[in-house]
């Protein structure tokens, strides 16, 4: 259950959230964006959902879905 | 598992134009945060300064004044004093409210006029390539002190809200940093205390913010914040310097 | 007929009764009377009054005032007026109302304390960077320096440009009975900021320069064209015609009224708005006039320019321009008339 959203076309690869997911689940696409960067994409199986992404992306690249 | 967190709708009409991992990101969406929660996001008015602040206004739809080098703290004393009861705030950087705009930025704090002041200090003039600022380190290197800062001739690094705190009647002073997740919570209640305090009328809030400019430092955004956490913070202390006073 | 009044408490007053409500400011002499009178007057109807730290800061407090749609002003001497310049074109770029009152004193950097009339080409081209015009009204008596403020506040608006009161040193030191205006309400502009962004605005990275180029010309020629303001006399069957404005526009009146009264065919035109230049009243004078000669309080003459230009566009190129820059002070009619014989004579040579 995917606890996490993305807009890849937000990103601008800069590499904050990969730096600063405590699971590692956060990695580069192999395919870019129309700006032309290689987007962010997440290891759902890793994720925990605890929102470091969304607190450091400058972009707004993130959502979290949270407790239901 | 953390609460539901999606991003700002005040600020999201377009994506912004800052350079990859740029402080100014974090920094707007704390505020754009702040505001919707104090659901005073329709009732504002901004004074973006020169620089790379000026891009805030590209994602904006508020009444805002791009003011000319400096001045924001000049022209926010006029809107606050036209219009008290909509929320006035500034948005600078460290080269516009510190150098050029030393005198108004100085100013509205010593006359405690009624408006909340962020100040975005990530140690350099951003949108012009990377020259020295007032809050350049000693020996960092910019483009107008390629040997690094001597501050023996040029100064050293200015702490503008430690001055305001402990010189002028102000509401509250604080200063925050975007370099890890807790700092960049932490720096979120200094922004909701300092809209609050502009809200209950107690008198001129400020916020410095701590931030990278990876571009201009030439780091990747990830080790532009080890600068930030390793050189920066030792010098400029985070935390509140001024609290609110409890009435 | 008016009670005695001194000229810079009548314009502070008449300000406030065309319905002004914020003014920031700094002291400089011949103009502070101006601050302090209002100081304790803009309390009194529920205004705002901020001693600026500077000049600077005090034109962009004006700024953020009349950008809420509050009719704002400030007044300053020549010195001040020139820290004022980034306010001047940028409250033109964001099309912002806002007066400005310029007590003119002779001379350059600081200058002196002097009354003088040494700012018309700063004024009337504007001393900041690109291609903004500023309304510049011209008053030669207290009692018309009191009408021309409620003008300045409505044109502003009416155009969304700056409107400039060009004065003197003296006008704003002397006394002079005086009626002054009735009390207008204020109200502000619909497209001010209220906090709720009803009035939406271009970013500015959106802006078209090409297309803005063409609306600002289409403003500045509708000003042109509806605003022209002066005073003349004796002007269709006049052999040389005298150009002057402000208090030494006073005497030149009275000068010519004398040379009249001796025989000689003089008359005057004493433009009321410096920007717009009155081009219009040229096209009245004698077609066969001998010459035009500007009466100036400055060094080197400076509306003596405009005289040529205009005489040049309305009427023909090769009539004689003549100046005799008074340098400071409010020339005597004594002297204007000396003038006028002396270019007669031929010893006072043609500027163009």
């Given at each position: 259950?995917?606890?996490?959203?993305?807009?890849?076309?937000?990103c601008?690869?800069?590499g904050?959230?990969?730096?600063?997911?405590?699971?590692?689940?956060?990695?580069?696409?192999?395919?870019?964006?129309?700006?032309?960067?290689?987007?962010?994409?997440?290891?759902?199986?890793?994720c925990?959902?605890?929102?470091?992404?969304?607190?450091?992306?400058?972009?707004?690249?993130?959502?979290?879905?949270?407790?239901? | 598992?953390?609460?539901?967190?999606?991003?700002?709708?005040?600020?999201?009409?377009?994506?912004?134009?800052?350079?990859?991992?740029?402080?100014?990101?974090?920094?707007?969406?704390?505020?754009?945060?702040?505001?919707?929660?104090?659901?005073?996001?329709k009732?504002?008015?901004?004074?973006?300064?020169?620089?790379?602040?000026?891009?805030?206004?590209?994602?904006?739809?508020?009444?805002?004044?791009?003011?000319?080098?400096?001045?924001?703290?000049?022209?926010?004393?006029?809107?606050?004093?036209?219009?008290?009861?909509?929320?006035?705030?500034?948005?600078?950087?460290?080269?516009?409210?510190?150098?050029?705009?030393?005198?108004?930025?100085?100013?509205?704090a010593?006359?405690?006029e009624?408006i909340?002041?962020?100040?975005i200090?990530?140690t350099?003039?951003?949108?012009?390539?990377?020259q020295?600022?007032?809050?350049?380190?000693?020996?960092?290197?910019?483009?107008?002190?390629?040997?690094?800062?001597?501050?023996?001739?040029?100064g050293?690094?200015?702490?503008?809200?430690?001055?305001?705190?402990?010189?002028?009647?102000?509401?509250?002073?604080?200063?925050?940093?975007?370099?890890?997740?807790?700092?960049?919570?932490?720096?979120?209640?200094?922004?909701?205390?300092?809209?609050?305090?502009?809200?209950?009328?107690?008198?001129?809030?400020?916020?410095?913010?701590?931030?990278?400019?990876p571009?201009?430092?030439?780091?990747?955004?990830?080790?532009?914040?080890?600068?930030?956490?390793?050189?920066?913070?030792?010098?400029?202390?985070?935390?509140?310097?001024?609290?609110?006073?409890?009435? | 007929?008016?009670?005695m009044?001194k000229?810079?408490?009548?314009?502070?007053?008449?300000?406030?009764?065309?319905?002004?409500?914020?003014?920031?400011?700094?002291?400089?002499?011949?103009?502070?009377?101006?601050?302090?009178?209002?100081?304790?007057?803009?309390?009194?109807?529920?205004?705002?009054?901020?001693?600026?730290?500077?000049?600077?800061?005090?034109?962009?407090?004006?700024?953020?005032?009349?950008?809420?749609g509050?009719?704002?002003?400030?007044?300053?001497?020549?010195p001040?007026?020139?820290?004022?310049?980034?306010?001047?074109?940028?409250?033109?770029?964001?099309?912002?109302?806002?007066?400005?009152?310029?007590?003119?004193?002779?001379?350059?950097?600081?200058?002196?304390l002097?009354t003088?009339?040494?700012?018309?080409?700063?004024?009337?081209?504007?001393?900041?960077?690109?291609?903004?015009?500023?309304?510049?009204?011209c008053?030669?008596s207290?009692?018309?320096?009191?009408?021309?403020?409620?003008?300045?506040f409505?044109?502003?608006?009416?155009?969304?440009?700056?409107?400039?009161?060009?004065?003197?040193?003296?006008?704003?030191?002397?006394?002079?009975?005086?009626e002054?205006?009735?009390?207008?309400?204020?109200?502000?502009?619909?497209?001010?900021?209220?906090?709720?962004?009803?009035?939406?605005?271009i970013?500015?990275?959106?802006?078209?320069?090409?297309?803005?180029?063409v609306?600002?010309?289409?403003?500045?020629?509708?000003?042109?064209?509806?605003?022209?303001?002066?005073?003349?006399?004796?002007?269709?069957?006049?052999?040389?015609?005298?150009?002057?404005?402000g208090?030494?526009?006073?005497?030149?009146?009275?000068?010519?009224?004398q040379?009249?009264?001796?025989?000689?065919?003089?008359?005057?035109?004493r433009?009321?708005?410096?920007?717009?230049?009155?081009?219009?009243?040229?096209?009245?004078?004698?077609?066969?006039?001998?010459?035009?000669?500007?009466?100036?309080?400055?060094?080197?003459?400076?509306?003596?320019?405009?005289?040529?230009?205009?005489?040049?566009?309305?009427?023909k190129?090769?009539?004689?321009?003549?100046c005799?820059?008074?340098?400071?002070?409010?020339?005597s009619?004594k002297?204007?008339?000396?003038?006028y014989h002396?270019?007669?004579?031929?010893?006072?040579?043609?500027?163009?």
């Amino acid at each position: 259950m995917e606890k996490v959203l993305t807009r890849p076309n937000r990103c601008k690869q800069c590499g904050l959230c990969v730096a600063a997911c405590p699971t590692k689940s956060i990695s580069f696409s192999d395919d870019i964006n129309a700006s032309g960067c290689n987007y962010t994409i997440i290891n759902y199986d890793n994720c925990i959902g605890c929102a470091a992404c969304y607190v450091v992306c400058p972009d707004g690249v993130y959502e979290v879905l949270g407790d239901k | 598992m953390a609460k539901a967190r999606k991003f700002p709708e005040s600020i999201d009409r377009a994506a912004n134009g800052f350079c990859p991992g740029c402080g100014h990101g974090v920094a707007i969406r704390l505020i754009a945060e702040c505001l919707e929660e104090l659901e005073q996001d329709k009732n504002l008015i901004y004074g973006i300064g020169v620089g790379c602040s000026s891009l805030l206004g590209g994602i904006l739809e508020t009444d805002r004044r791009h003011c000319s080098h400096g001045r924001a703290g000049a022209v926010c004393t006029g809107v606050k004093r036209v219009n008290p009861d909509n929320l006035v705030i500034a948005y600078q950087g460290d080269g516009d409210a510190y150098s050029i705009g030393l005198a108004e930025t100085t100013a509205a704090a010593y006359r405690n006029e009624n408006i909340t002041v962020f100040i975005i200090n990530n140690t350099n003039y951003g949108m012009t390539g990377g020259q020295m600022s007032h809050t350049t380190m000693p020996g960092q290197v910019t483009t107008t002190s390629p040997h690094g800062r001597n501050c023996d001739i040029t100064g050293y690094p200015m702490k503008f809200p430690e001055i305001v705190a402990s010189q002028f009647n102000a509401a509250y002073v604080a200063r925050g940093a975007i370099n890890t997740v807790p700092q960049i919570n932490k720096t979120r209640t200094y922004i909701k205390n300092a809209l609050e305090a502009q809200m209950n009328k107690e008198g001129y809030s400020v916020v410095e913010i701590l931030s990278t400019c990876p571009t201009n430092w030439g780091m990747s955004p990830v080790d532009a914040k080890k600068r930030l956490t390793d050189e920066l913070i030792p010098y400029y202390p985070l935390g509140e310097l001024k609290a609110r006073e409890v009435k | 007929m008016g009670d005695m009044i001194k000229g810079n408490e009548a314009i502070a007053e008449a300000a406030i009764r065309a319905g002004a409500r914020f003014y920031a400011g700094y002291p400089i002499t011949p103009s502070t009377e101006i601050m302090e009178y209002l100081s304790y007057r803009l309390d009194e109807v529920g205004g705002s009054f901020v001693q600026a730290e500077s000049e600077i800061a005090g034109i962009n407090m004006v700024i953020g005032a009349a950008s809420c749609g509050v009719r704002a002003f400030t007044a300053s001497s020549g010195p001040g007026i020139s820290l004022k310049q980034e306010g001047m074109t940028t409250l033109s770029d964001e099309e912002l109302p806002a007066v400005v009152i310029n007590m003119v004193r002779y001379g350059n950097g600081i200058g002196t304390l002097l009354t003088a009339q040494c700012d018309y080409l700063r004024e009337t081209r504007g001393g900041g960077n690109g291609d903004y015009r500023c309304i510049v009204l011209c008053p030669s008596s207290i009692q018309e320096a009191v009408e021309l403020v409620g003008l300045a506040f409505d044109l502003a608006e009416k155009y969304r440009m700056v409107s400039v009161l060009m004065s003197e040193g003296a006008l704003g030191q002397m006394m002079e009975p005086c009626e002054l205006p009735e009390m207008k309400e204020p109200k502000r502009y619909s497209w001010g900021f209220d906090g709720k962004y009803t009035n939406k605005l271009i970013g500015i990275f959106d802006r078209d320069s090409m297309k803005e180029s063409v609306l600002l010309n289409e403003k500045y020629n509708k000003v042109k064209e509806n605003e022209q303001r002066w005073e003349s006399g004796y002007i269709e069957d006049a052999d040389y015609v005298f150009v002057s404005y402000g208090l030494p526009g006073r005497s030149t009146m009275g000068a010519v009224e004398q040379l009249r009264n001796e025989g000689h065919k003089v008359g005057f035109i004493r433009p009321i708005t410096a920007w717009p230049f009155p081009d219009k009243a040229f096209k009245e004078v004698n077609p066969n006039v001998n010459g035009f000669i500007s009466i100036e309080a400055n060094a080197t003459g400076q509306m003596v320019d405009d005289v040529a230009l205009t005489v040049k566009r309305v009427m023909k190129s090769d009539i004689s321009v003549y100046c005799n820059p008074h340098v400071y002070g409010i020339p005597s009619m004594k002297s204007i008339k000396e003038d006028y014989h002396k270019v007669v004579a031929g010893e006072l040579k043609e500027v163009y």
